[in-house]
T-cell receptor, first 110, second 114 residues
Framework: ELKVEQNPLFLSMQEGKNYTIYCNYS?????LYWYRQDPGKSLESLFV?????AVKQEGRLMASLDTKARLSTLHITAAVHDLSATYFC??????????FGTGTSLTVIP | KAGVTQTPRYLIKTRGQQVTLSCSPI?????VSWYQQTPGQGLQFLFE???????NKGNFPGRFSGRQFSNSRSEMNVSTLELGDSALYLC?????????????FGPGTRLTVT
């Protein structure tokens, strides 16, 4: 069974600092998705990474994919309070069946 | 374009009862997937429907079932509810059912079983 692991599970960081969330998965896949979830809300799509070496950036967030290492990273630059949320990575392996990571709960402290 | 809608948003049921949840995908989307989210197990895939056919099924007991209608709307049913079925049930839709499967999630139905 495909396993998707994220670390850290909890992240508390000060505003203005940089940090990286890691997503490791256990089988070959070249499709990796990042989502954001605010408390009590649904999942919001952030990035879709479709090939080895893919890099996408939106505002203070940048995601990358290394399919050979089975690793994706979500880098946060100069964090602001509005980025506080839970971030999930997901891999689709057998076709439209997403396997989600455990989630990283991010709290940005002023 | 309207997003994915789910009804009802909140539901309280008693053990042993059954429940039906509904999902309307984004217009033009033919694939609908269902997920269960709990604090202990995280987000787990239940099943996926495309053009009224179940294409994928997760590792859940037969008490969990679903269907999709010709207008792509989907329902999931849980029979003989257990306390452990308390969860947020999320529905997601995607376009053609071909990769990449970018999924758009609905607001969820929060089910509480007492």
């Amino acid at each position: 069974e495909l396993k998707v692991e994220q670390n850290p599970l909890f992240l508390s960081m000060q505003e203005g600092k940089n940090y990286t969330i890691y997503c490791n998965y256990s089988t070959t896949s070249d499709r990796l998705y990042w989502y954001r979830q605010d408390p009590g809300k649904s999942l919001e799509s952030l990035f879709v990474l479709l090939s080895n070496g893919a890099v996408k950036q939106e505002g203070r967030l940048m995601a990358s994919l290394d399919t050979k290492a089975r690793l994706s990273t979500l880098h946060i630059t100069a964090a602001v309070h509005d980025l506080s949320a839970t971030y999930f990575c997901a891999v689709d392996w057998t076709g439209n069946q997403f396997y989600f990571g455990t989630g990283t709960s991010l709290t940005v402290i002023p | 374009k309207a997003g994915v809608t789910q009804t009802p948003r909140y539901l309280i049921k008693t053990r042993g009862q059954q429940v039906t949840l509904s999902c309307s995908p984004i217009s033009g989307h033919r694939s609908v997937s269902w997920y269960q989210q709990t604090p202990g197990q995280g987000l787990q895939f239940l099943f996926e429907y495309f053009s009224e056919t179940q294409r994928n099924k997760g590792n859940f007991p037969g008490r969990f079932s679903g269907r999709q209608f010709s207008n792509s709307r989907s329902e999931m049913n849980v029979s003989t509810l257990e306390l452990g079925d308390s969860a947020l049930y999320l529905c997601a839709s995607s376009t053609t059912g071909l990769a990449p499967y970018e999924q758009y999630f609905g607001p969820g139905t929060r089910l509480t079983v007492t």
